[in-house]
């Protein structure tokens, strides 16, 4: 292990009280004295809080990191900024062109060999997502719906919150959002979706029916959580505009 | 002198018969250099980072255990700066000791027979924390603020997970021409910065 990876994992045991005394004493006496180290221990502090958000903890860190790391209001606030800052960065993310990043990933591969695989790869995944398509086998073909309504809350809670079981009896839920009287006449409508642990996701309406948009989820991507859905109305410029409140909805 | 807020939460009363006067900060800050500039930075570095440790032992006041710690040693300028050698922070260190362990024996007094580490570190699992939505308000004006550069590399940093993740983020240092690490501290920076811009944002937030 380099001295940079062994340093690293040392803060990492301190942050989540797996740290000797000794030794946590040691390294508080260097974080006292030295910048970088107190640079250091702040990055660990944010990729670990990061690493939470995306599940990729072991059991026990992730015990630990809900035991000791959590325990104090300094925390909670950190944690609650990355959950915003996750959920920006993924709808930045998917408002982004792909086409050029994926160019922008091709021109910086290293050798020639790299981009011919990557290039092969890119041609067989043309190819089966062609044939995903024209077969259209995975299309769902039963629903569960949901009717939901605007909330001006800012959270999810209460008995009056929609509820659907999961794993779903159907291939996919299907919500219909019932539009505010003022929002409705924009030539189109982007939804996104978010679940209580931060993940985003974009969806397209699949259907515009008077007052009411529908979009769909594939049952096998419905995990248990809150969720909550913001609606977009997009003008006849392109100009993005969204409606006030959440729509709401529990999977259990 | 300790006392319990009506809350519940511990706090710390500073020693009635010693207040932080002008005259003590101008020793202290003399002390930590004589440029009264730099000691004002070395002063302030020092706070940050004991604010730090006291949040890294689960302390909850940890704010208010680290101003104790600078009054003690502030009340003791005069004394320590003729004889003592070496680094101040060691110093702070030393007194910061002292003030967690009182803070210690004072919440397992408040708390027996629970240990003190559980009463200490109780902590409500995250699906029951507050919803972040005023944080994503804010965040997006913050970002908005952002010079294009900074905001850019912010969306790209933080995009992606696992491998991709590691790959994404070579990229990246290799596109800006800087080294991975390089890469690692300028966008915790920019977090940093964006963190202090949503905590002023939600101060001038209505309360919900």
């Known amino acids: 292990m380099t001295p940079i990876r062994e340093l690293q994992n040392r803060i990492r045991l301190y942050l ?9 004493e040691e390294l508080e006496q260097n974080i006292l004295t030295n910048a970088e180290l107190f640079e250091e221990l702040m990055i660990v502090e944010d990729e670990l809080i990061d690493e939470y958000l995306a599940n990729e903890l072991g059991q026990n860190e992730r015990a630990n990191f809900e035991r000791h790391f959590l325990a104090t209001p300094e925390r909670h606030e950190q944690l609650r900024f990355a959950q915003a800052l996750n959920r920006h960065v993924t709808a930045a993310s998917q408002r982004k062109s792909v086409p050029r990043n994926s160019w922008q ?3 910086h591969t290293p050798t020639f060999l790299f981009r011919a695989a990557a290039a092969f790869v890119g041609i067989a995944l043309i190819a089966g997502l062609l044939w995903f398509f024209l077969k259209g086998a995975s299309a769902p073909q039963t629903f569960a719906t949901l009717n939901l309504t605007i909330s001006q ?19 996919a839920l299907k919500m219909v959002l019932r539009l505010p009287d003022q929002s409705q006449g924009a030539s189109s409508y982007r939804v996104e979706l978010e679940s209580d642990n931060g993940e985003a996701r974009s969806l397209k309406p699949v259907a515009q029916q008077g007052s009411s948009i529908m979009v769909v ?24 505009h969204r409606l006030n409140g959440n729509y709401f909805f529990t999977a259990e | 002198m300790y006392v319990w807020l009506a809350s519940g939460r511990f706090a710390i009363q500073m020693k009635k018969e010693w207040v932080l006067t002008q005259d003590a900060f101008d020793t202290l800050l003399g002390w930590l250099d004589p440029d009264r500039e730099q000691a004002g930075m070395k002063y302030e570095a020092i706070r940050t980072r004991l604010i730090k440790i006291f949040t890294c032992r689960g302390c909850p006041e940890a704010e208010l255990l ?51 580490e559980s009463a200490e570190l109780s902590t409500p699992p995250v699906s029951l924390l507050e919803g972040f939505e005023p944080e994503y308000r ?11 550069g900074h905001r850019d590399l912010v969306e790209r940093y933080y995009q ?8 994404h983020r070579k990229l990246l240092a290799t596109e800006l021409g800087i080294a991975l690490n390089a890469l690692r501290i300028r966008a915790c920076r920019i977090r940093l910065g964006l963190r202090q811009c949503v905590r002023d944002c939600l101060e001038q937030e209505p309360a919900h």
Do not use: M, W
């Open chain 1, 105 to 107: 990933t091709f021109r």
């Open chain 2, 66 to 116: 680290a101003d104790e710690t600078i009054n003690r040693v502030a009340s003791k300028v005069e004394e320590i700066s003729r004889s003592y050698v070496g680094d101040p922070a060691l110093y702070f260190y030393a007194v910061a000791q002292k003030v967690h362990l009182e803070y210690i024996r004072k919440v397992h007094i408040r708390q027996s027979p629970i240990s003190v």
């Open chain 1, 16 to 24: 989540l009280g797996q740290l000797s005394d000794a030794a946590g």
């Open chain 1, 217 to 240: 989820i594939p049952a096998n991507e419905l995990k248990r959580g809150q969720y909550s859905l913001k609606v977009f109305a997009v003008g006849s410029d392109g100009a993005e």
């Open chain 2, 160 to 167: 992606q997970e696992k491998q991709a993740k590691i790959n």
């Open chain 2, 138 to 148: 804010c965040l997006d004006r913050c970002l908005e603020r952002l010079p294009p």
């Open chain 1, 153 to 171: 809350s800012t959270r999810g809670g209460g008995a009056q919150v929609p509820k659907v079981k999961v794993p779903l009896s159907k291939d």
